[in-house]
């Protein structure tokens, strides 16, 4: 079946640890997002990606970083530049919006990070 | 503050009854997305209504949209248990011309439904 996964479940970090995010999809989509969910909020854009090797910065990018090697991957990257990485992360991808306005997205389970 | 705006925050009704969220947002849109939640998932596409639609339904759900008033509402009826979830309504920012895909999520409507 198609789908989106997310990898690992559950994360921890350390202070001044980096840490990555796995986003992997088999729906052959173009386009990819990163959202962050904090307790009873909703989504906000990360990072998205309209294509291989090409993304851009959404409305909380700073201390994040990502990259789109491969149309099926778009891992994220949490710095220790980020001060309070704790939070729900998901990935979402879905067909290509150049001209045609927002489609559907689809999303992964999340990743859920904590702070030790 | 956030595009969408979701009202209200919480909702709790009796199985078998209609439960009615609402969402508002500040600036013209190409279209309206309604998302459902699952506690602790991720979230999963209900409809699309665009802006030069107003009503429009899948099975229990009917979604319209007031683009005078800038609000929407997702209607769903003889609901069950099983629609238990947060329901979050979603904007793209541009009219008339390519959003890139960006979406601005309100805070959600958590919608708890009594067996």
């Known amino acids: 079946d198609g789908g989106i996964t997310q990898s690992p479940k ?47 910065k959404g409305d909380i990018a700073e201390g994040y970083s990502v990259s789109r090697e491969k149309k099926e991957s778009f891992p994220l990257t949490v710095t220790s530049a980020q001060k309070n ?19 559907p997205q689809h999303f992964g389970d999340g990743t859920r990070l904590s702070i030790l | 503050s956030q595009q969408g705006e979701e009202d209200p925050q919480a909702l709790s009704i009796q199985e078998g009854e209609n ?30 209504i665009r802006s030069n639609e107003r009503e429009k339904h899948s099975g229990r759900l009917r979604v319209t949209l007031d683009t005078s008033k800038k609000s929407s509402s997702l209607l769903i009826t003889a609901s069950r248990a099983a629609d238990t979830a947060s329901y979050f309504c979603a904007t793209d920012l541009n009219a008339g011309g390519t959003s890139y895909g960006k979406l601005t999520f309100g805070q959600g409507t958590i919608l708890t439904v009594h067996p």
């Open chain 1, 10 to 56: 559950y994360l921890f970090r350390k202070e001044g640890q980096n840490v990555t995010l796995s986003c992997e999809q088999n729906l052959n989509h173009d386009a990819m997002y990163w959202y962050r969910q904090d307790p009873g909020q909703g989504l906000r854009l990360i990072y998205y990606s309209q294509i291989v090797n090409d993304f851009q």
């Open chain 2, 19 to 48: 439960a009615t969220m609402n969402c508002s947002y500040k600036t013209s849109i190409n279209n309206l997305q309604w998302y459902r939640q699952n506690s602790g998932r991720g979230l999963v596409h209900l409809i699309l």
């Open chain 1, 85 to 103: 990485p704790t939070a729900f992360y998901l990935c979402a991808s879905s067909p290509p919006t150049y001209g045609v306005g927002n489609q």
